[in-house]
């Protein structure tokens, strides 16, 4: 868990919710270059060196909830849906930047005489993608993994509430 003062850091100041190692190895799983065995943190799922005795994403001890040797679906689930979400600003402004120069493209070609049409039209579509392709690399980058990552911890949030209540013995 989180010490109460980490929750109130905003989002880009936080450590994200998976490890860098974490989601390399989700990646590699999900390609099918890597089982889904191991030894993982009992708390964050971060893979652990056979001796650890500490998560060294999360801090949790070992002794305070056991490793486990799978992630559980619901992680991969998580992941999934991390990724497709902040894939949506790069993708629109990617495609809307496109749209917006082929609008303009075929703008000039109607508008200007022929053989004007033809070079203008080229360079502005040729000027709207590499604009396109910038923006949403800056923009759309930045943009979707803010809101991923914000979807992500409440997911992560509900997760681990709906664990630790199944986890309690009465």
């Known amino acids: 868990m989180r010490p109460a003062a980490d929750k109130a850091a905003s989002a880009t100041e936080r ?6 190692r974490l989601q390399a190895l989700l990646v590699d799983i999900l390609r099918g270059q890597a089982p889904n065995a191991g030894r993982f943190c009992g708390n964050c799922y971060n893979p652990l060196v056979d001796e650890a005795e500490h998560c060294g994403h999360c801090g949790l001890n070992t002794a ?3 490793p486990v040797r799978q992630i559980p679906p619901e992680v991969f689930a998580m992941f999934r849906a991390q990724r497709l979400r902040e894939a ?7 495609w809307g930047g496109l749209a917006a120069g082929l609008s303009l493209a075929l703008l000039l070609m109607v ?4 053989w004007w049409n033809v070079g203008a039209s080229v360079v502005a579509f040729g000027i709207s993608y590499v604009a396109a392709a910038n923006i949403a690399n800056w923009l759309g980058d930045a943009l979707g993994y803010r809101w991923g990552q914000r979807a992500l911890e409440r997911r992560w949030q509900a997760f681990q509430e709906a664990r630790d209540r199944t986890n309690k013995t009465p």
Do not use: E, G, M, N
């Not at 450590?15 to 860098?20: E, T």
């Open 64 to 66: 305070q909830r056991p």
């Open 15 to 20: 450590a994200p919710v998976f490890s860098a």
């Open 111 to 114: 508008v200007l005489p022929f």
């Open 88 to 94: 949506i600003p790069v993708r629109s402004l990617a």
